[in-house]
Nanobody, 117 residues
Framework: QVQLVESGGGSVQPGGSLRLACAAS????????MRWYRQAPGKERELVAY????????RYADSVKGRFTISRDNAKNTVYLQMNSLKPEDTAVYSC??????????WGQGTQVTVSS
């Protein structure tokens, strides 16, 4: 049974930090690039960060460059998103995704991040 379980969301003041984690099971984690997406109320889902199978290739949305860091630990089947200097506009549900580019597309249930004073 494939599972992606996010954790680490919560409420934080502007300028604060959070670290999200996404624990994977039920598939060969190291065979999949991983992505973090977010969706704010009334807005389309946005790709936040991408990391290739072994972490060689990493990309970020322009809106989070220099503030967010994606990483993965294939031994722990986990991908992380370190979020620093958070802004109110970062408020959204954050979800991790595993997609092999062919026939497999897995999603977690999402974790809420709220940035507010």
């Amino acid at each position: 049974q494939v599972q992606l379980v996010e954790s680490g969301g919560g409420s934080v003041q502007p300028g604060g930090s959070l670290r999200l984690a996404c624990a994977a099971s039920g598939f060969t984690f190291s065979s999949y690039p991983m992505r973090w997406y977010r969706q704010a109320p009334g807005k389309e889902r946005e790709l936040v960060a991408y990391i290739s199978n072994f972490g060689i290739n990493i990309r970020y949305a322009d809106s989070v460059k220099g503030r967010f860091t994606i990483s993965r630990d294939n031994a722990k089947n986990t991908v992380y998103l370190q979020m620093n200097s958070l802004k109110p506009e970062d408020t959204a549900v954050y979800s991790c995704n595993a997609n092999n580019g062919r026939d497999r597309d897995y999603w977690g249930q999402g974790t809420q991040v709220t940035v507010s004073s």
